[in-house]
């Protein structure tokens, strides 16, 4: 953890010390670690002066951050009523099956974690999943294992 609170350090040093930059830099620190630990929060408060409450319901409200360890990978998978009614429910079992784990979860290993969203705004490609940034459309439960792979 020390080292991570170093690691945290030299981002906020690279902003200067005012609690407008609060967003930005808890993006980067989401995009260094993958989450956003208590300590860390505890630290950018320390540094910036915003209180802690502050900086918690930040950090809730973006859903690009998270206060729980993320794995190395995202996967969303779209449950909205476009995709649910071209199989989008047969796809979430089987990614749930593959990963071991259910939304909101990460694998053991961090390299996954796997969230359910209500529409990705590419409905005509249902069902669509998320992983990181590339969009995978017209998906099958076939398809779930070849593409993870991709992802090391
Ligand atoms: S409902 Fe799935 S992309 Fe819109």
């Known amino acids: 953890m020390a080292t991570q609170l170093a690691k945290v350090n030299e981002i906020i040093d690279k902003y200067p010390a005012r609690p407008s930059v609060l967003i930005q830099l808890l993006l980067d620190i989401q995009g260094q670690f993958n989450w956003i630990s208590r300590e860390t929060i505890q630290c950018v408060s320390d540094r910036l002066g915003v209180p ?4 918690y319901r930040v950090a809730s409200f973006y859903k690009a951050m998270s206060l729980k360890p993320r794995g190395k990978h995202v996967v969303n998978v779209c449950l909205g009523t476009a995709c649910h009614v071209r199989g989008a429910n047969r796809l979430m079992s089987k990614m749930e099956d593959t990963l071991g784990i259910k939304p909101g979860e990460t694998t053991e290993d961090k390299k996954f974690s796997l ?3 209500n529409c990705l705004g590419c409905c005509a490609l249902g069902p669509v999943m998320l992983v990181d940034k590339d969009y995978h459309g017209k998906m099958t439960p076939a398809r779930v294992e070849p593409i993870l792979k991709d992802y090391k």
């Not at 802690?52 to 900086?55: A, F, L, N």
Request: proline content about 0%.
């Open 52 to 55: 802690v409450s502050q900086i």
């Open 115 to 117: 969230e359910r969203v």
